[in-house]
Structure formats: structure tokens, C-alpha cells
């Protein structure tokens, strides 16, 4: 089968930016992406030293890239001062209650320690003696003393009367001494009982509201575990609040760091990436100008003639230029010869050697075909003539 191509080439200055677009292409394909810069790198294991090498060479270009880039690399604000100041006052306030649980505490461990004495049932000796007047016996002493002076200032009295009247040393007069004697003594007995007894009911009053003071304390400390336990929950839950607010400024924190993260990595890809953007850019710069100037490529295709075609159209040929129907042809008679021998001599000698070709050809396009006889390959021929 026959092709026929036709090519329109762009300008030579197209064909020359194609042709170096190419050549950076292949060469940027090979040089592989390093981020960290020459100080970063070291060999790996099973590494040869000319990939190490180079990576060394792009770690040094991404360190001269990354500071050419700098004035272009993305920033991160740090925190203004409102933040700051809510920080600080956040972490003060953090376990600021705990003194206060502290001292709840302390309170509620006096009070317990105080209700620890209290006693019930009949007040014990000792424990009259221990709510006894310290005073108690000096006041009876005293008072006895008072008494005893008394008395003996009334019989004085008593004798003095009876001299007066003569009857000192009489009976009647023993007797009024006697009874009197009895009366003081009998006196001073029920003072002393009294002094006695109005001590014990002191003391008895004493230890009751003792009693009382203590059931109050008692009540107080319930009152004060119940505010300890009120304290607990408190606690729980200003404890909760410290992990809230813990959380919140972790997560401020934690966002301001990622942020200045992400701006340190797109630093890094700008300046390992930027040597294929230029690429790009020039790449599509390149094919904007291809596409003003295209090129075009034309083909044809002319179907091969098949071998009963070939064969015919040479004998056809042939027998035009060697068997010409009038007297005379292009190569004439041979001498000795006539029209008609020569025609006989003609169909022998030239279709037989194409018949041969036609049946060649055939058999080795077509192994199963089978080709016509040469008869009618002639008759074909000659028909082709008339």
C-alpha cells in the first residue's frame, strides 16, 4: 500500500523552545525533591555516593531557594495582649479554692477533736471535782470562819448578859450555853451542807451545759462535714473547670503551634517545589506559542494493486508494445515471418512469464486461493486489446 505524508512545521524558534523545553523536562525528572537542606542530610544505609551526593547538591539549592524565598514565606501573628493577659489570669486562678478547702478542713477536725470528751450518765466524783469551783473550798473555809467568829461573838454576848445579872456559873446558865453551843453547831453543819450542795448543783450545772456546748459542737461539726462535703463537690467541680480551662488555652496553644507548623511547611514547599513550578509555567508559556503556530502532518493511502491486477496490467502493457494488431508495430516483423506467427510467438514467450508471476504472487498472498488457468489469463489479455 502505498503512503503519502505532508508535513507544516512551526517556525524554527518554536521548534527550538519545544526542543528545550524537552531537555529541562528530562533534567528536572531526575533531580530528586529534598526539603530539609544540605545540613539536614545525611547518607543512608545502602545509599551510593552518587545519590547522596546528589541530594546534597538539591539540599544546598533548596537552602539558597528557601532564602531567596524568605521575604515571601508565610507568617503566623503571635497572641496580642488580650490573650496573654487572659493566659496569665487563667493559670493564676487555676487551684485558687484549695486554701479555703484547707482551712474547712482544719475547722472541722478542732470541732471533732473538741466533741471527743463527751460523756453520759450520773456525774462521776471526778467529774465533779473537775467542774468544781477552784475557789470552792476557800469560799467554805471563809464562810465557816465567818460563822465560827460569829458564835463566838453571840456567847460572848451571852456571858457578858449573865454576869451582868449574877447568874454566871449557875445550872440555868450551863444550860443556856449548852443549848446555844448545840443550836451554832447544828447552824454551822447546815451552812456547810448548803456550801456543799449549792457547789454540787454549780457543778452539775456546769458539766449539763458542758453537755450541751459539746452536742452544740457536735452539731456544728455535722453541719461542718456536711459544708466539707458541700466543699468536696465544689471541688469536683472547680476541678472540672480547671480541666476546662486547661483544655481551652491547650487548644489555643495547640493552634497557634499547628499554625506556625503549617506556615513552616508551605515555606518548605514553596522553595522544594518551585524549580517545577517555574517548569510549568515555562512548559505552559511554551505550548501557548505551539499553539499559535501549529504544525500539521497529511497522509494518503493508495490500496496495493492485487496480483491478478499486476499481472494484467503488464501483459495488457506488453502485449500493446509486442502484439499491435496492424502491420508494422512498434518493433516490426521479423524477416521470414508473418502477423500471425508473430503474435503466436508473442503470447508463448511474455504472458506465460507473467501468468507464472500472477500465480506466484497469488499462492503468496493467498496460500488456499486457487489461480485461474493461463487460457483465460489470456483471453483476459487480449480482451483488455480489442
Given at each position: ?24 523536562i ?35 539549592q ?67 471535782q ?6 470552792q ?43 446555844f ?85 508551605e ?36 490500496p ?62 493467498r ?7 493461463f ?12
Open positions: 500500500m502505498a503512503i503519502t505524508e505532508t508535513r507544516q512545521l512551526p517556525p524554527k524558534f518554536i521548534e527550538d523552545l519545544g526542543t528545550d523545553l524537552g531537555k529541562q528530562v533534567a528536572q525528572s531526575g533531580i530528586p525533591v529534598v526539603a530539609p537542606g544540605a545540613g539536614g542530610i545525611t547518607q543512608l544505609t545502602g545509599e551510593s555516593a552518587a545519590d547522596f551526593a546528589a541530594r546534597q547538591k538539591a539540599g544546598q533548596f537552602d539558597i531557594r528557601q532564602q531567596s524565598l524568605a521575604g515571601l514565606a508565610p507568617t503566623v501573628a503571635g497572641q496580642d495582649r488580650l490573650q496573654q493577659q487572659a493566659q496569665t489570669v487563667a493559670e493564676a486562678g487555676i487551684g485558687s479554692f484549695q486554701p479555703f478547702l484547707t482551712a474547712a478542713k482544719d475547722q472541722a477536725t478542732a470541732a471533732g477533736t473538741t466533741l471527743g470528751g463527751i460523756a453520759t450518765g450520773p456525774m462521776t466524783t471526778a467529774q465533779t473537775q467542774f468544781m469551783s477552784p475557789y473550798s476557800q469560799v467554805i473555809d471563809a464562810t465557816l470562819a465567818e460563822f465560827d467568829r460569829n458564835r463566838a461573838i453571840q456567847e460572848q454576848s451571852i456571858r457578858d448578859q449573865q454576869a451582868s445579872l449574877g447568874v454566871l456559873g449557875a445550872g440555868r446558865a450551863g444550860v443556856q450555853l449548852a443549848e453551843g448545840t443550836g451554832a453547831a447544828r447552824e454551822r453543819a447546815l451552812l456547810q451542807a448548803g456550801l456543799l450542795q449549792q457547789g454540787f448543783g454549780q457543778a452539775q450545772g456546769a458539766r449539763q451545759q458542758d453537755i450541751a456546748n459539746r452536742f452544740g459542737l457536735a452539731q456544728a461539726q455535722q453541719g461542718l462535714g456536711g459544708f466539707q462535703a458541700g466543699l468536696g463537690s465544689q471541688q469536683q467541680a472547680f476541678t472540672g473547670r480547671d480541666v476546662s480551662q486547661l483544655g481551652t488555652l491547650g487548644a489555643i496553644n495547640q493552634a497557634q503551634a499547628q499554625a506556625e507548623s503549617d506556615a513552616s511547611r515555606a518548605a514547599r514553596q522553595a522544594a517545589f518551585l524549580p517545577q513550578q517555574q517548569l510549568d509555567r515555562y512548559a505552559g508559556q511554551v505550548t501557548g506559542l505551539m499553539g499559535g503556530y501549529p504544525g500539521s502532518t497529511q497522509q494518503s493511502f493508495v496495493n494493486p492485487t496480483p491478478l491486477q499486476t499481472a494484467l496490467g503488464i501483459g495488457t502493457t506488453l502485449a500493446g508494445l509486442y502484439m499491435g494488431r496492424k502491420e508494422g508495430g512498434r518493433i516490426g516483423y521479423a524477416e521470414g515471418t508473418d502477423k500471425k506467427g508473430i503474435m503466436q510467438m508473442a503470447e508463448i514467450d511474455m504472458l506465460k512469464d507473467e501468468y507464472d508471476q500472477y500465480v506466484f504472487d497469488l499462492q503468496e498472498q496460500p488456499d486461493a486457487m489461480p485461474m488457468s487460457e483465460e489469463f489470456r483471453r483476459m489479455v487480449l480482451s483488455g486489446q480489442g
